[in-house]
């Protein structure tokens, strides 16, 4: 290893079958201290979303000695109250995710820039919507569907296979009563 604030002189030269050639130019450096992790960035911001697609973009951070060499990107989301977790891990500074986004959904987003230290403190949390879309998303079904995530995907799905066999018109009603959620949003699975 070297030593911080040292000067060091290099020379190099190659060496074959035949055995060593002429020394090349010495060249010297001196080492600096330590670089500390990249700055907080500031926060994402959202350059345009639809019902189930949103796209993040951040602005570069200014390099602290050492360059940035990527990003990681998180997000969480109002209707699962999930943890951050990561959604890219790269070295753009833009991220878009078209689909599965649900639609009228608030996504709580953060970013953070790495260099050759290591990870810098994540940027503040910022909150983007996506557009709603038909009649899910409203305050009443998404208590529903909080209420219900664990088994709503097995009940959506017994109401379809049981309403094959009946008259058109037999899904939505199963759903309001067996999820909760609305009239209008079970008509998503119609």
């Not at 820039?113 to 009649?135: D, E, F, L």
């Not at 109401?159 to 309001?176: F, H, N, R, V, Y």
């Amino acid at each position: 290893a070297l030593d911080m604030g040292q000067r060091y002189c290099f020379a190099v030269r190659a060496v074959n079958s035949r055995g060593p050639g002429p020394w090349g130019r010495e060249t010297c450096v001196r080492t600096t201290g330590p670089h500390p992790p990249p700055p907080p960035l500031m926060p994402p911001h959202a350059v345009s979303s639809s019902t189930d697609s949103l796209v993040a973009v951040w602005s570069n951070v200014t390099p602290t000695g050492s360059p940035t060499l990527g990003y990681e990107l998180q997000r969480t989301d109002w209707w699962t109250d999930a943890d951050f977790y990561t959604v890219y891990d790269g070295n753009m500074t833009q991220y878009a995710e078209h689909g599965p986004l649900l639609p009228a959904t608030n996504y709580s987003f953060r970013v953070r820039a790495r260099n050759i230290v290591g990870w810098g403190n994540w940027s503040p949390p910022v909150v983007y919507a996506t557009q709603r879309g038909g009649h899910c998303g409203n305050p009443d079904d998404v208590r529903a569907y909080k209420a219900t995530r664990l088994t709503m995907k097995r009940s959506i799905q017994h109401c379809i296979i049981s309403c094959l066999a009946e008259a058109a018109g037999c899904i939505p009603p199963c759903i309001t009563r067996d999820v909760g959620l609305s009239h209008d949003c079970a008509l998503c699975w119609a």
